[in-house]
């Protein structure tokens, strides 16, 4: 069935850089899209989210790329803090009468001080 | 304004025994959703409930259900448990389905 991955499980960054986690989708029919921050011992926090007629949204720290022609989202984030450590995952959706969102594998991402 | 909460947090059941979990939505909102989350299959979605009818389901066995009441308070039920629904429970709600869902802190069940 469709999928949504991510490119890499791990990202370790330095306090005060910028972080990008990457995610892949097979979907062609995904036209939503959204980034969850899950923290230890906590549920997904809705970070930022993004519709296929578009390419690029901005949030507070937090930018989402859509490339649609290879079916690529990232989640940058400005000015990594430690508070920002967390799984980071991407999810999907596709219009229709079955609206449901499919969860990438998440990505580990660990601020060094 | 409260979050979603979710009780209990911590389950442990025997295989073969049922189980209820319980979700309180944000107040407003009328969709409720579940997932399921584990370390080898990350998160799937169970179903989600809308004004008391259920309007989305995943690729989840029978023993999986459940309901959403007036108040749009839910609960899901897994009967007859297997080691391999051993797991973190997630609820999340919104007012309208997938969009700007807030999740609560899930249910750990271990089923042993």
């Known amino acids: 069935g469709e999928s949504v991955g991510l490119h890499l499980p791990t990202l370790s960054v330095q306090e005060g850089d910028n972080s990008i986690i990457n995610c892949a989708y097979s979907?062609?029919?995904?036209?939503?899209f959204i980034w969850y921050k899950q923290e230890s011992g906590k549920g997904p926090q809705f970070i930022i989210d993004?519709?296929?007629?578009?390419d690029k949204r901005q949030g507070q720290r937090v930018t989402v790329l859509l490339n649609k022609t290879v079916k690529h989202l990232s989640l940058q984030i400005a000015a990594t803090q430690p508070g920002d450590s967390a799984v980071y995952f991407c999810?999907?959706?596709?219009?229709?009468?079955?609206?449901?969102?499919?969860f990438g594998s998440g990505t580990q991402l660990t601020v060094l001080p | 304004k409260a979050g979603v909460t979710q009780t209990p947090r911590y389950l442990i059941k025997t295989r073969g025994q049922q189980v209820t979990l319980s979700c309180s939505p944000i107040?407003?909102?009328?969709?409720v959703s579940w997932y399921q989350q584990t370390p080898g299959q990350g998160l799937q979605f169970l179903f989600e409930?809308?004004?008391?009818?259920?309007?989305n389901k995943g690729n989840f066995p029978g023993r999986f259900s459940g309901r959403q009441f007036s108040n749009s308070r839910s609960e899901m039920n897994v009967s007859t448990l297997e080691l391999g629904d051993s797991a973190l429970y997630l609820c999340?709600?919104?007012?309208?389905?997938?969009?700007?869902?807030?999740f609560g802190p899930g249910t750990r069940l271990t089923v042993t």
């Open positions: 979907n062609s029919a995904s036209d939503y």
């Open positions: 999340a709600s919104s007012f309208y389905g997938i969009y700007e869902q807030y």
């Open positions: 999810a999907e959706t596709s219009s229709g009468s079955a609206r449901q969102l499919t």
């Open positions: 107040s407003g909102h009328r969709s």
């Open positions: 993004i519709r296929s007629n578009m």
């Open positions: 409930y809308f004004s008391e009818t259920q309007r």
